[in-house]
């Protein structure tokens, strides 16, 4: 067995607190003994471990946005939704002429 360990440094803060921790990830990898077999690589059994300690540190801050901005991205929803209402209704528009101006050439 041969493990990975992987420790970054991490710190909350929600304006009150900061609380120090750590975040890590382990990888795992197996290889399968078979001594039975004679053309196969003999590799070392045991159990190794390596560590990996990231240099930086990753803070992780809550803060509030202010009511100003909630209103301009409200805006800018708002505003995105009339742009492609109005969008969809000239492509309808358009499909819908084309499809009388074609119907009209045929009827006469």
């Given at each position: 067995y041969q493990y990975d360990i992987h420790v970054i440094p991490t710190s909350y803060d929600d304006g009150v607190e900061e609380i120090p921790s750590h975040q890590y990830s382990v990888t795992e990898y197996v290889k399968a003994v078979d001594a039975r077999n004679p053309n196969y690589e003999a590799a070392a059994s045991g159990l190794w471990m390596s560590y990996d300690f990231?240099?930086?540190e990753v803070r992780v801050t809550s803060s509030r946005k202010s009511l100003f901005h909630f209103f301009t991205e409200c805006c800018a929803i708002l505003g995105g939704i009339f742009a492609f209402s109005g969008m969809l209704d000239n492509f309808a528009h358009q499909i819908h002429k084309s499809l009388d101006n074609g119907s009209r050439?045929?009827?006469e």
């Open positions: 990231t240099p930086f050439g045929v009827l």
